[in-house]
């Protein structure tokens, strides 16, 4: 006996919300992720920063500290790009290759990036986690703490940081580390506060599993989903903030340098005829940030459960 159409429709949606509801959170986000074209074009763009961030110098003929002295000074015109010369970007002001100066700025600044993302994801999760489980008079100490922070000027305090202890990327990489990751205790903090009224972090406390166990086994890993999202955004942010201090003079110092630096140096040499020196490292730097922003946006659509 041959079954009723009905019950094939019936069948075959059944199947499909079986499937939907076997799929895990993480196998969901992902292919909303993929449908979004926005952030598929935006994590292309990512993948081809990073490959000419990490493999760009192995295709240029030039070092990017060896220096052309007919190309300097007065002369800095004559450094045009060209693929027969081997100077694909031209050169800079000093006469060295800006290829390969703007592969090893975006590097540079892609490491800002990431790092203090990093610091800020561990130290922010952490201190809001903690804040948000214990709550109470604890909870008032640390954020009021971290109110404090916040209303310091901490671009005066980096600036008179890296005056004082020297211009080096340690120093830069500490200073960027101190501010950011004060959204992201608030962020973790928020949403500790309703995690930790779940039943299984309940049971877990009624059990007698030590606060610091729940906190880091049953707490953080609840929090991934917004901590990537923060993370992936907070690259930009940061990228942004030291291309700020480098164009000022105080970030990254020779002989290396960052696309802050480039955009600074060829800023200043834009009027003599060597547009090129301001308009590649602006690509690279457009290219960068609009990758992190899109791949950024495509994870907070992904992982927004009002939007499933």
């Known amino acids: 006996m041959l079954?009723?159409?009905?019950?094939?429709?019936?069948?075959?949606?059944?199947?499909?919300?079986?499937?939907?509801?076997?799929?895990?959170?993480?196998?969901?986000?992902?292919?909303?992720?993929?449908?979004?074209?926005?952030?598929?074009?935006?994590?292309?763009?990512?993948?081809?920063?990073?490959?000419?961030?990490?493999?760009?110098g192995f295709f240029t003929q030039y070092e990017r500290d060896v220096v052309d002295f007919s190309l300097m000074g007065a002369n800095a015109y004559k450094g045009v790009p060209s693929f027969e010369t081997g100077h694909y970007f031209g050169t800079d002001a000093s006469g060295r290759d800006l290829y390969a100066r703007i592969v090893q700025g975006t590097a540079i600044s892609i490491m800002v990036g990431v790092v203090g993302a990093t610091v800020a994801v561990i130290v922010g999760t952490l201190y809001g986690a903690t804040a948000g489980y214990f709550g109470g008079r604890v909870d008032g100490i640390m954020m009021r703490t971290v109110d404090v922070l916040m209303s310091i000027p901490f671009m005066f305090v980096l600036i008179l940081m890296l005056v004082i202890f020297g211009r080096s990327m340690f120093m830069l990489f500490l200073g960027i580390g101190l501010i950011s990751w004060l959204d992201m205790a608030r962020i973790a903090r928020g949403q500790t506060l309703t995690i930790k009224n779940k039943e299984f972090v309940e049971v877990a406390h009624a059990i007698g599993v030590h606060p610091l166990k729940i906190i880091l086994r049953h707490i953080v890993p609840n929090l991934l989903?917004?901590?990537?999202?923060?993370?992936?955004?907070?690259?930009?942010?940061?990228?942004?903030?030291?291309?700020?201090?480098?164009?000022?003079?105080?970030?990254?110092?020779?002989?290396?340098?960052?696309?802050?630096?480039?955009?600074?140096?060829?800023?200043?040499?834009?009027f003599n005829g060597?547009?090129?020196?301001?308009?590649?490292?602006?690509?690279?730097?457009?290219?960068?940030?609009?990758?992190f922003f899109f791949v950024g946006d495509g994870l907070r659509d992904a992982l927004d459960p009002k939007d499933r």
């Open 225 to 270: 989903g917004i901590v990537a999202v923060y993370a992936t955004l907070l690259v930009p942010q940061l990228i942004i903030f030291e291309s700020f201090i480098s164009f000022l003079g105080l970030g990254v110092q020779e002989p290396n340098t960052s696309l802050g630096a480039l955009l600074s140096e060829g800023a200043s040499n834009m």
């Open 274 to 291: 060597t547009i090129w020196q301001l308009q590649f490292p602006l690509i690279a730097f457009v290219f960068t940030i609009f990758a």
């Open 3 to 56: 079954p009723h159409a009905k019950d094939v429709e019936s069948v075959g949606e059944a199947m499909q919300l079986a499937e939907v509801q076997g799929r895990s959170l993480w196998a969901d986000a992902r292919t909303r992720f993929f449908r979004n074209k926005a952030a598929v074009f935006g994590l292309i763009l990512l993948v081809c920063v990073a490959i000419f961030a990490i493999f760009g």
